[in-house]
């Protein structure tokens, strides 16, 4: 069996056949928010990949040992290239995620992360849809992660630690970069988008939570809950990488409200908050 060093140097290699770009900054963009990754040059396929100006768009199929986006709202593409809008800043975009509900081992799930970080990658913004917990919230608010409660029962770094990345036993009291989140503060107050701030909790899905569980998660100091993020943020800080972690709010929990929750609720509700998200994620990705 080949270790995740040679499986990473494999993807890469593969990364490099398609783009001679050197991505500064790992973006993963969750469910319903892919529209970013339109910010970034031209993603028709017309650019020549090996042309530094224009984007490369490979589908994660394409990509040795990358798994397959199948979940809704992910539109399942790595998007490498410059974001004219932030300074001509170059991204390694994940349109769509990988989720352990889907199936995934949760070193699959953090697969893309430990790519970036053999690729030289040193900051990754996290991104996804969640349930809002605080009754004040509304949904398409923004919420900036300031930490995490991993509810998923498993952890990415269980087994063989991978001592290439990272420690046995990473440090986690500031997942999320402090002076990271302050740039989102700022760049968020300077934009007049209001920025709601808290703890995100993660839960294995696919079913949403049970209004009990909703209410514990409450009384944990929890104002989000989701089905990813958790395994990537604590990958991403085994391997040292500075972090900035956003939740689009798509809906109240369950049990706020007097009605079902769906994944079409979910889909829309992060679309028509996109147009805000981008705006923030790009100027936030010029200020850092
Ligand atoms: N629960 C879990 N995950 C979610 C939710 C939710 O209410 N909304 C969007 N993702």
Redo the contacts with the bound molecule.
């Keep these: 069996m080949i270790d995740i060093k040679e499986k990473t140097a494999e993807t890469i290699a593969a990364i490099r056949g398609r783009t001679a770009l050197e991505p500064e900054i790992g973006l993963i963009l969750g469910?319903g928010l892919g529209a970013l990754g339109d910010q970034i040059g031209k993603t028709d396929g017309s650019a020549d990949p090996r042309d530094s100006a224009g984007p490369c768009v490979i589908p994660y199929g394409e990509l040795p040992h990358f798994p397959k986006s199948t979940a809704p709202g992910h539109r399942g593409n790595l998007v490498i290239g410059r974001v004219p809008r932030a300074g001509g800043k170059v991204v390694f975009c994940m349109q769509g995620r990988f989720h352990y509900y889907e199936g995934y081992s949760m070193g699959e799930i953090v697969y893309p992360v430990r790519v970036m970080a053999a690729l030289g990658i040193k900051t990754l913004i996290l991104t996804n849809?969640?349930?809002g917990l605080d009754p004040s919230f509304t949904p398409g608010d923004l919420m900036l992660i300031t930490d995490h409660i991993n509810f998923t029962g498993n952890n990415p770094l269980i087994g063989p630690n991978a001592e290439d990345f990272g420690p046995r036993f990473p440090d986690m009291s500031k997942v999320y970069t402090p002076d990271l989140a302050e740039t989102a503060r700022r760049t968020a107050a300077a934009l007049a988008i209001p920025l709601r701030e808290g703890v995100y909790v993660g839960?294995s899905?696919p079913s949403?939570?049970t209004p009990a569980e909703i209410r514990v998660f409450q009384l944990f100091g929890a104002s989000a809950?989701?089905?990813s993020t958790v395994a990537e943020a604590i990958a991403a800080r085994h391997c040292g990488m500075k972090i900035l972690a956003l939740s689009c709010i798509?809906?109240l929990?369950?049990g706020l409200l007097d009605k079902p929750?769906t994944a079409e609720e979910?889909t829309e509700t992060a679309g028509r908050a996109g147009e805000r998200f981008t705006r923030l994620m790009t100027e936030i990705l010029k200020n850092i």
């Design positions: 469910s849809a969640a349930g839960y899905g949403f939570e809950v989701g089905m798509t809906n929990a369950a929750i979910v």
